[in-house]
């Protein structure tokens, strides 16, 4: 007898089951009817409800009021069991609940002193596996061990949606790796506290306010922990692709870096002088949203942890100096509008705007004339040896701003990253190291745009490794330990990522076609992917909508709009602003924009889309790589659990 005829054999009158429930998602109920495919069953409220047998999911009575620790001891694991389990455990405090090898923990959004001590690591260093409660700590212990037993590299992968706790989490894992592998006490400052000490500067120009996180960051990070003889020796911090988007576009009730709060914020009256700043409401770039103070934070207190922050990782005054005058300059650049003159030709002409303009050039320390030329023109080749210049309109030029300003906050950016790895410093002679993979969850919004496009692109990626790594391994430890387990056909998602990534005709490439072809707009291109996919079971093309197209991804369906993929997926410095930048009288600036890379033609460029696809396949390799060369060691985290909910029952 199938699975699936047995279930309904035994499913009958009395039957404990789970129902679905507007309010709850799922209700406790008990069957008191059944009519072939029809169940009726009465919930713990009293109610009445009909449903389908394929929607009346057994209830198992033997879970206990705090769940069980492992989820394969479940009876059934699906859906309602899952969310059953977690919640009783949530419920006293137990965040965190193992699945077979994988750690899923719920974010308690409260402190838990009781679980994060000294005493709490000591206790799981002396442990075996699975003596103590599931903890974020015994899956830094196993790769730690496991590291030193097999001296291979291991890897842990943190992942949920934005807020679920992956930050935390890392800093937690790297508390744990601090205790059993920091150096003895008598040192100089050691390496993992250089580490953490880094987390506020990357924190304070990476991180912004989201509808969902106060404090969310906007990269991806990789952090390797290296050791020699078991001890930290180096470290690195990796980060992937920063949301620069967020620069020059925020909607309430969000915000923009917390960089640029904190420096109007706290700066002296001097600074603030110099620097020309006013209240952050008068600047574009961070009035679009009515979001300007957020009650945990403040700024004016974290300005002065930043500036520790930096004086720590031995960033110079003079070099501070020069961030904030780079960060006021991209605040200056954004409050500068165009105005159309004759001929539809922009112009810089208000007042207001010339005294950006010239506040934004005095920061950079570049010509003002030649900055206003960078922003309102732009040279195109006519020949191999002539060239024209282009009289941009008010629209383009606006465009074009906002590019520089994007650009030279990456830089920056970057810049910050490279300070503090050479700050902690790497160890050539390592030859193992921990990696902490800190990488954001599937994400699907109202309006979802390029950045959804590019973490859901990483989260596909990531689901393809744990279909071919972990399910497959996972289902061979049930069977090996004889557990009553039906093999699950999971779904494999390599259609959507040859959608995605496919060459010549997946969508990264079209896109990065629509970026290199002169007349194209988001219609033509949301056109062009519905001409391209019209057959393709993963895609559909609204119908009204003409820019909005959907994807069926693994963890379900999510609608993106194409409006701003083109600009979003361009990733070159124009090379007027290159030149501009790389003349700038600020050692500083000029740094940031080395000449080597204005010799890169636009059409030469690496698109963003390419880049996700690449770094994607970068982290997945490193997962990959450990799970072949050493051990992997997942932990997963979610709020809402959908995510891990994939990997089991799908
Ligand atoms: N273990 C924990 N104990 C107490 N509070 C926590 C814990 N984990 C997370 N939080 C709370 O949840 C907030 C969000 O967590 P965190 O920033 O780590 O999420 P995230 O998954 O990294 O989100 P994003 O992807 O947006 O960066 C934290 O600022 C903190 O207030």
């Keep these: 007898m199938g699975s699936e005829e047995a279930r309904s054999a035994a499913l009958g009158i009395g039957s404990p089951v789970w129902v679905e429930d507007v309010e709850n998602a799922w209700i406790e109920a008990t069957v008191v009817k ?61 965040i965190y609940t193992y699945t077979g090898n994988i750690l899923i923990a719920v974010n308690p959004f409260t402190r838990l002193p009781h679980l994060f001590n000294t005493y709490m690591m000591k206790q799981y260093q002396d442990a075996q596996p699975g003596d103590l409660n599931p903890h974020v700590y015994s899956v830094a212990d196993a790769a730690y061990k496991a590291m030193m037993e097999e001296m291979k590299s291991q890897s842990i992968l943190v992942s949920g949606e934005s807020g679920a706790g992956k930050t935390e989490t890392t800093k937690q894992i790297m508390q744990y790796l601090a205790f059993v592998g920091g150096r003895t006490v008598g040192d100089n400052r050691s390496v993992e506290q250089q580490v953490l000490q880094s987390n506020p500067l990357l924190e304070a120009f990476g991180n912004a306010k989201t509808v969902r996180n106060n404090n969310s960051s906007r990269f991806g990070k990789f952090v390797e922990i290296q050791f020699n003889n078991g001890k930290i020796s180096g470290a690195a911090v990796r980060t992937y692709l920063l949301e620069r988007s967020r620069v020059t576009q925020i909607s309430t009730p969000e915000r923009n870096y917390h960089c640029f709060y904190q420096l109007v914020a706290g700066a002296s009256h001097e600074d603030a002088e110099r620097l020309k700043l006013g209240p952050p409401d008068s600047f574009h770039y961070l009035n679009q949203s009515k979001c300007v103070e957020v009650g945990a934070i403040d700024d004016c207190k974290e300005y002065q942890l930043t500036r520790e922050a930096m004086d720590i990782v031995g960033i110079t005054t003079e070099e501070q100096e020069a961030i904030f005058r780079t960060i006021a300059a991209v605040l200056h650049l954004g409050n500068i509008e165009f105005n159309s003159g004759e001929s539809e030709a922009s112009e810089v002409s208000t007042e207001k705007s010339k005294f950006h303009l010239k506040a934004a050039a005095d920061m950079l320390m570049c010509d003002e004339e030649m900055l206003e030329k960078s922003l309102t023109t732009r040279i195109m080749k006519a020949t191999r040896t002539e060239s024209i210049t282009k009289i941009l309109n008010k629209s383009q030029a606006t465009d074009n701003r906002d590019a520089l300003a994007r650009t030279i906050y990456a830089k920056l950016f970057d810049w910050l990253v490279n300070k503090v790895n050479k700050s902690i410093g790497q160890d050539p002679h390592s030859t193992v190291l921990i990696g902490v993979l800190d990488i954001y969850g599937f994400e699907s919004f109202e309006i979802n745009s390029f950045e959804q496009f590019c973490i859901n692109l990483t989260n596909e990626k990531l689901q393809q490794h744990f279909n071919t790594h972990v399910f497959k391994m996972e289902q061979a430890e049930y069977r090996k330990e004889e557990i009553n387990w039906d093999d699950i056909d999971f779904v494999d998602n390599i259609d959507v990522l040859d959608l995605i990534e496919k060459r010549p005709l997946g969508i990264i490439a079209l896109l990065d076609e629509a970026c290199m072809l002169p007349r194209s707009t988001a219609e033509s291109f949301a056109r062009k992917l519905g001409d391209t996919f019209h057959n393709h079971k993963r895609f559909s093309k609204h119908k009204f909508k003409r820019t909005a197209f959907t ?94 909910f994939a990997f089991f029952v799908v």
Excluded at 45 to 67: C, Q, S
């Design 34 to 94: 059944r009519d072939g495919d029809a169940v009726t069953a009465r919930t713990v409220h009293g109610d009445l409800v009909e449903t389908r047998m394929a929607n009346a999911l057994p209830r198992d009575e033997d879970v206990t009021m705090r769940g069980v620790d492992d989820m394969t001891k479940l009876s059934y694991l699906h859906e309602p069991g899952v969310l059953h389990n977690l919640y009783a455990r949530y419920k006293h405090d137990e």
């Design 551 to 644: 994807i069926d991804h693994y963890a379900g369906q999510v609608e993106y709009r194409a409006d701003l993929f083109l600009e979003k997926n361009k990733d070159f410095v124009v090379p007027e602003h290159q030149q501009l930048l790389h003349a700038s009288k600020c050692a500083f600036v000029s740094g940031l924009f080395p000449l080597d890379e204005g010799a890169k033609a636009p059409s030469k460029f690496m698109s963003i889309g390419s880049q996700f696809k690449r770094n994607g396949w970068i982290s997945t390799e490193h997962c990959v790589m450990y799970a072949l060369h050493g051990r992997f060691t997942a932990l997963s985290m979610s709020r809402s659990l959908t995510f891990y």
